[in-house]
């Protein structure tokens, strides 16, 4: 039995999960482990020390539940220091057979990597979206074909050297050693979307607390990613300000109270809230609340039609968006969302959960979720390249192209 463990340092919680794969390759979530996030702000490290005892209190947790030993987890990565780049790469086949091999998969893989990054960066992800060989499109696995030359066009993932080392420095302080960093919304999507969802052209959209992490997926694979600067709690500081109420209260305003639509509100209501410690009650009205989200919700879509359109893949995506994180919960957002960007959108959350699953099926759980998912994929597949520099680190990329990111 293979266990795997996910650490989804997010914004506003840290998700430690801890699943089994079955002999039937079923996920079972074994253990569980939840707390307030501290020290993370929009997806970075700003306070190691604070960072390093919310994802020992998570492990713990989790340990203490399922009774496994963590050792290791993959570990969600986000922030604005995440970039990504789509490059093509070459492998000139030269043998007499003419017959190509993972090595030359890996050689224009690596190729594909021979572009200038800074040298403060650091790749996370090199994924294959697709291959030619002898300029002839489409070619899922090249592995077996023959042909005199191969090309991959690879999407890469890149962070922030200081950003993952601060990651990764509060992960040796809880005792806890990095599988691999998996980029959040990939993750997300792993636990989310439907493979004809992919295959047809998704854009797959965490709205978390302090980030929206978003990823395209086209043909089955990933074209683009990006993570914007604005999430859950922006809703929350503008209902702060707006209704000039503690955060506190406005989350919990935003949470019972909330609702995307302005026009959901057909009659005002006045809402009592005890706001300041003093025990006095004030009133704030619905419509205002709800005015206030609808603008703040309404600008988050703005950004990401800006920001798939930017792409220039905004006309591959006839299955539309798929909402997750903890924003996808607040009322009315999918039609807000469906009127904004014009086209179909759903809510996305984990599914098929075996085991310990209370309230995991949720979509803040996707990030979490997703992470064993990736792992039960991927495991041992060379996924974070800068992290498994050991020899043959690309040989078992047989296996991958198995996986759902290019069926064979
Ligand atoms: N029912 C709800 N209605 C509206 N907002 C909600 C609801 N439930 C949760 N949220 C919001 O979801 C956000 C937290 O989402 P999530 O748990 O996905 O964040 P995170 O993963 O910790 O953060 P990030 O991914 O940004 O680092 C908070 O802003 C919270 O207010
Ligand atoms: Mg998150």
């Excluded at 509060?170 to 599988?179: F, K, S, Y």
Aim: a negative charge; glycine letters at 12%; proline letters at 3%.
């Amino acid at each position: 039995m293979n266990t795997i463990v996910g650490l989804d340092v997010g914004s506003t919680k840290i998700c430690c999960l801890v699943g089994e794969v079955t002999e039937d390759e079923q996920l079972r979530i074994i253990g569980s482990g939840i707390v307030r996030s501290q020290g993370i702000k929009q997806g970075v490290v700003v306070d190691v020390e604070k960072v390093s005892e919310s994802i020992l209190a998570a492990v713990e947790k989790a340990e203490q539940i399922s009774g496994y030993h963590i050792e290791n987890a993959y570990v969600g990565v986000t922030g604005a220091h995440i970039s990504s780049v789509n490059s093509r790469g070459r492998a000139t086949i030269n043998r007499n057979d003419h017959e190509i091999t993972t090595d030359d998969v890996e050689r224009a893989l690596e190729n594909a990597q021979a572009i200038a990054f800074p040298h403060n960066r650091e790749i996370i992800h090199v994924i294959p979206r697709g291959f030619m060989v002898d300029g002839e499109n489409g070619v899922r696995d090249p592995v077996g074909i023959h042909g005199y030359r191969l090309d991959v066009e690879a999407h890469i993932v890149t962070g922030a050297m200081t950003s993952l080392q601060n990651l990764e420095k509060c992960m040796t302080n809880a005792g806890i050693g990095v599988t691999d960093f998996i980029l959040q919304p990939l993750a997300s999507g792993e636990a989310v979307l439907r493979e004809s969802e992919r295959e047809m052209g998704v854009i797959m959209v965490d709205i978390g607390g302090g980030t929206t992490d978003i990823a395209v997926f086209i043909n089955g694979s990933v074209w683009h990613t990006i993570s914007l600067k604005v999430g859950g709690n922006h809703i929350t500081n503008d209902i702060a300000t707006g209704l000039q109420v503690p955060f506190s209260v406005a989350e919990d305003l935003k949470i019972r109270y909330g609702h995307a639509l302005e026009t959901a509100v057909d009659e005002d209501k006045t809402l009592d809230v005890v706001a300041f410690g003093d025990d006095s009650e004030q009133a704030v009205s619905r419509s205002d609340l709800v005015s206030v989200i609808y603008a703040r919700v309404e600008e988050m879509f703005e950004l990401i039609l800006r920001e798939v359109k930017r792409t220039g893949y905004d006309t591959l995506l006839p299955a539309g968006l798929v909402l997750c994180g903890g924003t996808a919960s607040l009322s009315g957002i999918r039609a807000l969302g469906q009127q904004t960007m014009d086209m179909p959108v759903r809510i996305g959350a984990p599914h098929d959960l075996e085991g310990l699953v209370d309230s995991l099926g949720s979509p803040a759980y996707a990030t979490a979720v997703g992470l064993l998912q990736w792992g039960m994929r991927y495991a041992d597949l060379p996924q974070g390249r800068s992290r498994r520099q050991e020899d043959g680190w690309w040989k078992r990329l047989g296996n991958w192209f198995n996986g759902a990111i290019l069926p064979g």
